[in-house]
């Protein structure tokens, strides 16, 4: 999929002038590192597993991120916006690398479908409020339970803790909601999973899904290297934390990248 995405954005650039590109004005990011977290969401097992990417933006806003996809961003001063076509998250029902777990085994995997996604930041001062739409495509071919069409949104607000000689510090709260179909797709349990599973049948309704909080920590080593470590927290609640998967509703992660900017 993301082979298809870049070959569209290497399309579009030649349909640019060449005079008007200049090298200066594309910006290129490589990251590595790795990150401590649940096999899946509600899960008291953990993973070590390694964070690769990279994103190339161009003087025009459009940018290629291996996180979010092939899209567009605006920002200004007080407000940012980017539109965004990527895929979905997975969910394995077996233990495989580093996805899945076999506490699953019945439930049917998730499989990655295209998601739309829109993603605004609002700047009071030094706080910064945001919101984050996905939508995630039905997916034809595969099971009512796990290939449903989805809406996410993820609100959040954030502040500077710390900036001074050892980096920057950013401290964020979040909420999270989902509709009827992102609620039973990740942590409903339908009769024909609970005949397959060890899971007992289990209907769920849209609402609020998680409330959270982020600490990160940024340190640049120069003007092109730099170091960005993350603490995540999610507190699952109402049905996602009542579901019989979830075994731990206190659900922590922790992320560290070298990134190299050119």
Avoid at 208 to 231: E, F, I, K, Y
Wanted: charged letters at 20%; proline letters at 3%.
């Amino acid at each position: 999929m993301f082979r298809s995405l870049s070959l569209s954005l290497t399309s579009l650039c030649l349909l640019i002038p060449t005079d008007s590109l200049r090298a200066e004005d594309w910006r290129y990011t490589l990251r590595a590192g790795a990150a401590s977290v649940p096999r899946y969401s509600g899960s008291d097992e953990r993973v070590v597993a390694p964070l690769l990417g990279g994103e190339i933006v161009s003087p025009y806003g459009f940018f290629l991120d291996t996180e979010k996809g092939l899209g567009w961003a605006f920002d200004e001063d007080d407000f940012g916006l980017s539109v965004y076509i990527g895929a979905s998250d997975v969910r394995k029902d077996r233990k495989t690398g580093f996805k899945g777990s076999d506490e699953l085994n019945g439930m049917g995997s998730i499989k990655s479908r295209p998601v739309l996604g829109l993603d605004g930041t609002y700047h009071m001062g030094p706080i910064i409020l945001g919101a984050s739409f996905e939508h995630a495509l039905e997916k034809d071919d595969d099971d009512h339970d796990t290939g449903s069409a989805w809406n996410r949104l993820k609100l959040s607000i954030s502040a500077p803790f710390y900036e001074g000689d050892h980096g920057k510090v950013v401290g964020s709260l979040n909420s999270q909601f989902g509709d009827s179909n992102y609620v039973r797709t990740w942590y409903g349990v339908s009769d024909a999973q609970a005949s397959r599973s060890q899971f007992r049948a289990y209907d769920t309704h849209g609402g609020l899904v998680s409330r959270g909080a982020d600490l990160t920590w940024s340190l640049p080593v120069n003007d092109q290297w730099s170091v960005s470590t993350v603490l995540a927290v999610q507190y699952l609640a109402n049905d996602a934390a009542d579901s019989p998967i979830v075994e731990r509703r206190m659900q922590t992660s922790l992320a560290s990248q070298v990134i190299y900017s050119f």
